[in-house]
């Protein structure tokens, strides 16, 4: 369920943007926004409950703190299987957010869609992203994790060079839309699968390996489209960059 969420989420925004925007000012997009935030911080503090009974009543006990200085034994961050899916979530995510950051440049610049197009476009990107996402618990029960992960990087390397034909013109525009989807799906196929890995090795750390890769994604993903937006790359070659950049360092990462 949250790796559907995750998946959905970032190319619905646009989707859901447009809508607002259609009845109100695009300020009231901000306004949305820091509502959500609002309604968020009050459900998480005062709706929301430990729903793990055992650690409740664990954490009355007065050894937990050396049972916790234990498991920071056991439970490492720098173990080579957290490091290794830390990179290739944070890539992956990277991946999602600067096709969401460039889609409005490709769809309504280079293809030249209007805003209604873009909205069309965009809808039909979530829905792939929500049919792969919700079917990849089915899919990993008939597949090792390892094989979706690698399934999710070899779509990468197959839109990159959907979109870097288009982009070069050797192809006509459709291979944007399928290399679209083939994000989307490459995303959506692997990420579940990379998280769980990644946090498979903890018990009472995991909420601060959660942290720590969400920390990790948004960094990788801000900085990278700050430096690629500082040295004047265009939209395009952000996107086809991120996605081989993707394939190509999650190979040798598998071995891990």
Known sequence: M????????????????????????????????AGMGVLVLVLSTFVLKESN???????????????????????????PLFLSRLVITSIGVTVILT????????????????????SL??????????????????????????????????VFAIAATLLALAYTGAANSMFYFIGFGGVCTGFAVGFGATMSQALSG????????????????????????????KFHFDAATMLIVILMVSAVVALPLFLV
């Open 2 to 33: 949250l790796n559907g969420i995750t998946c959905i989420v970032p190319v619905i925004a646009p989707v859901v943007g447009y809508a607002i925007m259609i009845y109100f000012p695009w300020q009231s997009l901000f306004t949305t926004m």
């Open 53 to 79: 009974q055992n650690r409740r009543g664990a954490e009355r006990h007065s050894d937990v703190s050396e049972a916790n200085a234990n498991l920071t034994i056991n439970e490492p961050l720098t173990a």
């Open 99 to 118: 096709f969401v950051n460039v889609s409005p440049m490709l769809i309504m610049g280079e293809l030249g869609l209007d805003r209604g197009g873009y």
């Open 121 to 154: 476009t965009m809808a039909a990107t979530a829905l792939v992203s929500m049919v792969v996402s919700f079917s990849a618990p089915v899919a990993l029960s008939y597949f090792k994790p390892r094989t979706m992960m690698l399934a999710s990087q070899t």
């Open 202 to 229: 903890f018990t009472r750390r995991a909420g601060l390996a959660s942290s720590v890769l969400g920390i990790s994604q948004v960094v990788c993903s801000a900085t990278f489209i700050w430096l690629m937006g």
